[in-house]
């Protein structure tokens, strides 16, 4: 099975505030506000307008940040995706 | 990994105070950037990363049966619905008359898992979805809409 390839809510869509180690995003759409911890603000940053899978998402974030490898690292942001996904703020191509 | 260009290089607009939380969306892009990096923290497994307020009107579950949204709202009764969900003029090519009732909110939660809108063609049914999903605070719709997007 090849592997998903998500897409994020329209930038317009949402309104976000950093809120110290906190992102209150609010959607648009939905109505409601989601408080997000790291690393789903960004996750959803490396995927705006620029659809990925949660490989493409951990390559991208490498390039940000300093991220520690391990084995379970890909399996983490796929958990994340999942979590995101059951927010409504990322979907399955 | 952490170069010597990336550590001693000054951040572009990196104020004191910017979290971690912040991406360096350009950090390390030509393998030369001037960025500081930082540690991200990805959590630990299984740990939930997100909390949601939901607004007072979503604690009205049974509201998602009855309530309904009309295709279009009423100020804009005799427009079309184009198939990307935006409103245009009455009689334009490939576009729809609004839906002839107004869906029950249970109608549009099964059409969004699948579920073809009840009395319409699959391309129909997919503008009307389409104009739902782009419903906005303060349309006539969108308080159900919102029920119904609440997460379980």
Same mark, same amino acid.
């Given at each position: 099975m090849p592997p998903t390839t998500w897409v994020a809510a329209a930038p317009d869509r949402l309104a976000s505030q950093q809120l110290d180690v906190l992102s209150a995003v609010f959607d648009r759409a939905s109505g409601q506000t989601h408080l997000l911890a790291e690393p789903l603000p960004q996750i959803l940053a490396v995927l705006n307008n620029a659809p990925g899978t949660s490989l493409d998402v951990a390559n991208r974030l490498s390039i940000s940040f300093d991220i520690e490898e391990s084995d379970s690292l890909a399996q983490r942001i796929s958990e994340c995706l999942d979590e995101l996904a059951a927010l409504g703020l990322v979907v399955k191509a | 990994m952490i170069d010597d260009s990336q550590r001693d290089g000054v951040p572009?607009?990196?104020?004191?105070?910017?979290?971690?939380?912040?991406?360096?969306?350009?950090?390390?892009a030509a393998g030369h950037s001037a960025a500081r990096r930082t540690v991200l923290m990805?959590? $630990?497994?299984?740990?939930?990363a997100a909390v949601t307020i939901r607004p007072?009107? $979503?604690?009205? $579950?049974?509201s998602v049966f009855n309530c309904e949204i009309p295709v279009p709202d009423p100020a804009n009764s005799g427009r079309y619905i184009a198939l990307n969900g935006t409103l245009v003029p009455a009689?334009?090519?490939g576009a729809f008359p609004g839906a002839a009732r107004a869906f029950k909110g249970e109608e549009v939660r099964q059409a969004l898992q699948g579920r073809s809108l009840p009395g319409t063609s699959y391309e129909q049914g997919q503008a009307y979805l389409n104009y739902i999903r782009r419903l906005r605070a303060g349309q006539s719709g969108f308080t159900c809409y919102a029920s119904i997007q609440m997460p379980r």
């Open positions: - | 572009p607009g990196g104020e004191q105070g910017e979290t971690a939380a912040t991406p360096r969306r350009d950090a390390g990805v959590g $630990a497994a299984g740990v939930a007072a009107f $979503a604690q009205t $579950a049974a009689g334009t090519r």
